[in-house]
Antibody
Framework: QLQLQESGPGLVKPSETLSLTCTVS??????????WGWIRQPPGKGLECIGI???????YYSPSLKSRLTISVDTSKNQFSLRLKSVTATDTAVYFC?????????????WGQGTLVTVSS | EIVLTQSPGTLSLSPGERATLSCRAS???????LAWYQQKPGQAPRLLIY???SRATGIPDRFSGSGSGTDFTLTISRLEPEDFAVYYC?????????FGQGTKVEIK
């Protein structure tokens, strides 16, 4: 059973950089059958897909975050990462990493458990 | 950006009843690239329906999806206790992929 696990600080100060890593338990990051993404959910609110990285290395970022967000992949470590600069309280959320399929459902099929990141001084 | 509006915000029903959830898009979702996810408290979302009407692997047949264009529906034919949760629609025809704001199905 595939597992995704987010890791990173649970508390970040305003204006600093939020960095999270997602570790994937199998070798599926080396396959073009999948893409990888980050979805966040502010406390008590809905879901927002903030960024996706494809096997080719191309990325998609939410327009509202594009200037602050970078997603990268390290296939040698079965990991992908998120860096969000200049955070404010509005970036407080549970951050999920997820795997998407490029065939079949074309949707997110495996998710991490999510990690709460609080932006506060 | 395609905006998805879900209704109602909350649905109060009893086990065994039928639930009908609506998702309306601000513009046509071509090829029915519309999915439904279920989320329970403290958990990640789970894919229920993709392509507007195809059930994902392992999803019981009491869940069904329908619709096209701008109007989509998720129906739960007979609510089981484990079905009380929040349901989100999501379009994946354009970037950014967007979710609806969710419908909470609660026990009456």
């Amino acid at each position: 059973q595939l597992q995704l696990q987010e890791s990173g600080p649970g508390l970040v100060k305003p204006s600093e950089t939020l960095s999270l890593t997602c570790t994937v338990s199998d070798g599926s990051m080396r396959s073009s059958s999948y893409y990888w993404g980050w979805i966040r959910q502010p406390p008590g609110k809905g879901l927002e897909c903030i960024g996706i990285i494809y096997y080719s290395g191309s990325t998609y970022y939410s327009p509202s975050l594009k200037s602050r967000l970078t997603i990268s992949v390290d296939t040698s470590k079965n990991q992908f990462s998120l860096r969000l600069k200049s955070v404010t309280a509005t970036d407080t959320a549970v951050y999920f990493c997820a795997r998407g399929r490029t065939t079949g459902t074309l949707n997110w099929d495996y998710w991490g458990q999510g990690t709460l990141v609080t932006v506060s001084s | 950006e395609i905006v998805l509006t879900q209704s109602p915000g909350t649905l109060s029903l009893s086990p065994g009843e039928r639930a009908t959830l609506s998702c309306r898009a601000s513009q046509s979702v071509s090829s029915s690239y519309l999915a439904w996810y279920q989320q329970k408290p403290g958990q990640a979302p789970r894919l229920l329906i993709y392509g507007a009407s195809s059930r994902a692997t392992g999803i019981p047949d009491r869940f069904s999806g329908s619709g096209s264009g701008t109007d989509f529906t998720l129906t739960i034919s007979r609510l089981e206790p484990e079905d009380f949760a929040v349901y989100y629609c999501q379009q994946y025809v354009t970037s950014p992929r967007t979710f609806g704001q969710g419908t909470k199905v609660e026990i009456k």
